[in-house]
């Protein structure tokens, strides 16, 4: 590990120091070093489109709209491939919530994504791309006998 000096003015620091109490984290360098890894992982998720990612995706719907619910089963089940599985919550007497855990092709997973967002009468739809391993040509290597982690930035 390799030591890095930050230099912050008073107010930024305040506001860090915040962040650092309020998610909990052990240390400043802790806090740092998510930070660090969620920047790279963006980056590399916006420059290897063809790579493979794990994903979340979460969504708002009326399921009192009979075409919708029926849509949004048949966009799943057209996607079984990248579909994990599916948890889905009652919110009230109207508001379903879904949460969908995807896998599979960057490009794919977000073109689903995005057929969801697109469907008439869905909201709030989110979706946390996050890199698998070995998904990009960079060479992520692990030394001999360390069993490869589910994630990147597995902590
Ligand atoms: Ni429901």
Redesign the pocket.
């Known amino acids: 590990m390799q030591r890095v000096t930050v230099s912050l003015d008073e107010d930024e620091t305040a506001a860090f120091d915040a962040i650092v109490v309020e998610q909990g984290y052990a240390s400043r360098s802790e806090a740092i070093r998510d930070l660090v890894r969620r920047a790279v992982d963006a980056r590399r998720l916006t420059s290897t489109i063809d790579g493979a990612c794990v994903a979340n995706l979460s969504y708002v719907y009326d ?1 009192h709209l009979p075409t919708l619910v029926r849509r949004l089963t048949e966009l799943q089940h057209a996607n079984h491939d990248l579909v994990v599985a599916t948890t ?3 919110l009230d007497h109207d508001n ?1 919530l879904e949460s969908t855990m995807l896998k599979g092709p960057v490009a794919a997973v977000r073109a689903l994504a995005d057929g969801i967002e697109a469907t008439g009468g869905v909201r709030y739809t989110t979706l946390n791309l996050i890199s698998a391993p070995g998904s990009t040509s960079s060479g992520h290597k692990h030394s001999p006998g360390h069993t490869q982690p589910l994630l990147p930035n597995d902590r």
């Open positions: 399921h889905h919550v009652h379903c």
